[in-house]
T-cell receptor, first 109, second 114 residues
């Protein structure tokens, strides 16, 4: 079967750096997405990786290793507003999105 | 900026009622989706459409139906609601080459069936 694994919850301190990991086992691969979802709100797009390597976008970076079935989202200079769930999703060979359950990130002052 | 709207945001109804969750987008996107999401759980695709008069069922078995008569409108209907339908329903749209486009989500419709 297809599977996306992410930690359920992580805690970090304001101003620090946190890395949220995502491992996947899917039938084929056509890209990996990261979305941010604040409590009670809709998910919003953060990044898309289809080639190996690091993509940087401001305070957020996303890394992909296709051979390892692994990605991470790196958040720098954490702010209280970064408290949210972070969803990893993989586009499989049929171009269907397979979603992880999300990682709830708690930022403490 | 995304312009995709869902109504109602919150709905509490009794078992056996028929309900329609509305979803509209003003971005001209061909692809639209309905997801179901329970707290702390992954999103499950229940229906999708790649254009007018095109609808497909997703990976989650659902007793709901959808229609796509106009590009901007993708309503989801439950003919007879049951407590097991209690969940958050998220509508999304995308415009991307090769189905790899970013999804734009509505605010969601939280349904409670008593």
């Amino acid at each position: 079967g297809q599977n996306i694994d992410q930690p359920t919850e992580m805690t970090a301190t304001e101003g620090a750096i946190v890395q949220i990991n995502c491992t996947y086992q899917t039938s084929g691969f056509n890209g990996l997405f990261w979305y941010q979802q604040h409590a009670g709100e809709a998910p919003t797009f953060l990044s898309y990786n289809v080639l190996d390597g690091l993509e940087e976008k401001g305070r957020f970076s996303s890394f992909l290793s296709r051979s390892k079935g692994y990605s991470y989202l790196l958040l720098k200079e954490l702010q209280m507003k970064d408290s949210a769930s972070y969803l990893c999703a993989v586009l499989d060979s049929n171009y269907q999105l397979i979603w992880g359950a999300g990682t709830k990130l708690i930022i403490k002052p | 900026e995304a312009d995709i709207y869902q109504t109602p945001r919150y709905l509490v109804i009794g078992t056996g009622k028929k309900i329609t969750l509305e979803c509209s987008q003003t971005m001209g996107h061909d692809k639209m989706y309905w997801y179901q999401q329970d707290p702390g759980m992954e999103l499950h695709l229940i229906h999708y459409s790649y254009g007018v008069n095109s609808t497909e069922k997703g990976d989650l078995s659902s007793e709901s139906t959808v229609s796509r008569i106009r590009t901007e409108h993708f309503p989801l209907t439950l003919e007879s609601a049951r407590p097991s339908h209690t969940s958050q329903y998220l509508c999304a749209s995308s415009e991307g080459a090769g189905d790899a486009g970013e999804l734009f989500f509505g605010e969601g419709s939280r349904l409670t069936v008593l």
